[in-house]
């Protein structure tokens, strides 16, 4: 199973991004971006279920943040408008099998992270 995370980068406040994750070895139920700033715990941003594409996001996410996956490619993405400075962390993209599942712990197999940097 791997988990390939790509698509950060450094960003002005007010942009855009989009972050891919490509997932290749097995078909997991429940899909999730986490981000982790510096000096602080892993947290949870959005999910996504494989089989009914349901999206689910932190509160703090919701309105700028967007989890979709391609079948085409079997890839994961989180799109973020708006990019803020407090947006700056490391984002990683993980794959378990629990369905409603917002804690680190949940989840089973976690990419390499892609690094977002926001310059004010």
């Known amino acids: 199973v791997q988990l390939q995370a790509s698509g950060g980068g450094l960003v002005q406040a007010g942009d855009s991004l989009r972050l891919s994750c490509v997932a290749s070895?097995?078909?997991?139920?429940?899909y999730a971006w986490f981000r982790q700033a510096p000096g602080k715990e892993r947290e949870f941003v959005a999910a996504?279920?494989?089989?009914?594409?349901?999206?689910s996001y932190a509160d703090s996410a919701k309105g700028r943040f967007t989890i979709w996956r391609s079948n085409r490619d079997n890839t994961l993405y989180l799109q973020i408008i708006s990019l803020k400075p407090e947006d700056t962390a490391v984002y990683y993209c993980?794959?378990?099998?629990?369905?409603?599942?917002?804690?680190?712990?949940?989840?089973?197999?976690w990419g390499q992270g892609t690094l977002v940097t926001v310059s004010s």
């Open positions: 996504y279920t494989w089989r009914g594409g349901k999206q």
């Open positions: 070895g097995r078909t997991f139920g429940n």
């Open positions: 993980a794959a378990g099998y629990r369905t409603n599942a917002r804690s680190p712990q949940d989840y089973d197999y």
